[in-house]
């Protein structure tokens, strides 16, 4: 008799994604507009401090955090070496959407190098 498919566990890797996913895009697309680090050690320190302040920056800070609560949950449910492949989705949904939303470039390596990520997931998850 197979196990039952354990909805709950699996919605707090889906949130762990998400928020992971959303953290990264919304400090690349802020990070993004405000040009290279300062020279100097105390500047570039500053220059931080003060994107710490921006909102958005804020939220994916925050994303961050709920992401670890999320995950902490998912590890109440599941072995992490069942869990953990899942976070490898992060990469392919981080490549797509930076594609989508940051016209960053996409390459064939890049298309492999995601293809291969999938398909060990799918070895790893059986």
Known sequence: MQ?????????YIALTLFFTVYGQLVL?????????????????????????????????????????????AAMTRFDLNYAYPFMSLAFVIVMGFSVLFLNEPITVQRLLGTLMVVGGLIVMSR
């Open 3 to 11: 196990p039952r498919f354990d909805v709950a566990g699996h919605c």
């Open 28 to 72: 690349k697309w802020q990070m993004s507009g405000v040009g290279p680090l300062p020279d100097g050690a105390t500047s570039k320190l500053w220059f931080l401090l003060q994107q710490f302040l921006n909102p958005w920056i804020m939220t994916g800070l925050a994303s961050a955090f709920l992401a670890s609560l999320a995950w902490m």
